[in-house]
Structures are given as structure tokens and as C-alpha cells.
């Protein structure tokens, strides 16, 4: 996201894959606090995830509107 010149206030949405939904509340905790106070919209789902380690994947889109005045 850095190379394209956004940044997290640039979300618009996301959807949050979790090895287990058992770690809902305490991802929930973490994304709250990266995303205040602009909450994306945002889908969560319990998924196999691409190696075995991994707990939590996240993909998202943003939005840069271009023109002068984006900062």
C-alpha cells in the first residue's frame, strides 16, 4: 500500500481470515485499534490458511482519490 501512497486510512474494506474464529475478540481488539477511528467495512472468516503457522490473514482494498490536495 506504501508504494501505491496509501496508508491505513485509505481502507475501505477487508476481509480478515482466522485459522481458528475462536480468536475473534482479540483480532477484533487489534483491528479496532489500527483502524480508529475509521472502521472499514469488513468480513471475517474462519479459513485453512496458506501455511500452518500463520493465524490471521487480512486482505484489503483502498481507495486513492487522485488530483491535487491528497495527502
Do not use: Q, W
Not at 40 to 51: W, Y
Request: proline content about 7%; hydrophobic content about 40%.
Amino acid at each position: 500500500m506504501k508504494k501505491a501512497g496509501c496508508g491505513l486510512k485509505d481502507v475501505v474494506k477487508s476481509t480478515v481470515f482466522l485459522a481458528d474464529i475462536r480468536g475473534f475478540e482479540e483480532m477484533n481488539d487489534v483491528y479496532r485499534a489500527a483502524f480508529a477511528p475509521h472502521f472499514p467495512a469488513r468480513s471475517t472468516i474462519e479459513a485453512r490458511l496458506a501455511r500452518p503457522e500463520f493465524l490471521v490473514e487480512i486482505e484489503v482494498i483502498a481507495y486513492r482519490p487522485e488530483g491535487p490536495g491528497r495527502t
